[in-house]
């Protein structure tokens, strides 16, 4: 089997228009497949279509590997976005709910929260907007206990959004679950890479594809990398990883 790695990554929130663009992969000469930002106003219908492309063409490949052999040797998932909209009615509401709970004043319009996704990291993102507009009347002073309380605040953020994907009330995005079948059937290794908090992630795969998948699938998430995306540091750190095995 060839080592190569198809990276699956759809920005949910957006400004341009959407296609699937198939351009030369940094991980070999075969291609890799990125869905370029669609406009909010098509969002739910342009996610349906960018994944049926995708899924056909990993069909494609499937069908003609014994040709050409060019199946991938691993499919990366980004989490957010990819496996399920998390964005604006996950992560999104999970902030707001704790800026609310903290008595911050704080909201996250739709609009606004696109602009803020620009930023990797929710504690970057937290930390970049206070630092811009201001800094909440209950914040600490000092830098340090700053950074404790952007913690604490994403800490809650998270618990409030494992408990939506907990409770199914965000569903995988339509064909996600048949292409992982498909690539474990072809003895195509499955990972999410991310940059969200582990946890979360993990409560993506595990409770939206169900323990049997997730037993199958390689998370890399969190800070196991230094630089968050845009920063394609961890693309090529879980390539390097599946590349060894």
């Known amino acids: 089997m060839a080592s190569t790695a198809f990276s699956l990554s759809l920005p949910t929130f957006p400004s341009s228009s959407s296609t699937v663009k198939a351009k030369p992969s940094i991980f070999s000469h075969h291609l890799l497949f990125i869905a370029k930002n669609v406009p909010s106003s098509s969002l739910f219908s342009s996610s349906t279509r960018i994944t049926k492309q995708i899924r056909t063409a990993f069909k494609i490949k499937c069908s003609s590997a014994s040709f050409s052999n060019t199946l991938p040797s ?29 008595e911050l004043g704080v909201t996250w319009d739709v609009d606004l929260y696109g602009e803020l996704l620009k930023i990797g990291g929710g504690k970057e993102r937290m930390t970049a907007y206070f630092n811009k507009t201001g800094w909440p009347d209950k914040a600490p002073k000092s830098e ?9 605040l994403h800490k809650r953020k998270t618990e409030l959004f494992m408990a ?25 290794k499955v990972a999410v890479c991310s940059t969200s908090n582990e946890k979360a992630v993990s409560a993506v795969v595990s409770c939206l594809l169900g323990p049997e998948r997730a037993e199958k699938i390689q998370i890399f998430a969190g800070d196991v990398v230094p630089r968050k995306k845009p920063d394609p540091v961890s693309h090529l750190y879980i390539s390097s990883k599946h590349s060894r095995c």
């Open 74 to 102: 691993a499919l990366l998932f980004d989490c957010d976005g990819v496996l399920v909209d998390t964005e604006k009615d996950g992560h999104r509401v999970s902030f707001n709910d704790t800026f609310n709970e903290k």
């Open 164 to 188: 939506l994907i907990e409770n199914r009330l965000l569903p995988l995005r339509p064909g996600v679950a048949e292409l992982i079948d498909q690539a474990l059937g072809e003895g195509v």
């Open 144 to 152: 340090e206990e700053r950074k404790e309380f952007i913690a604490s």
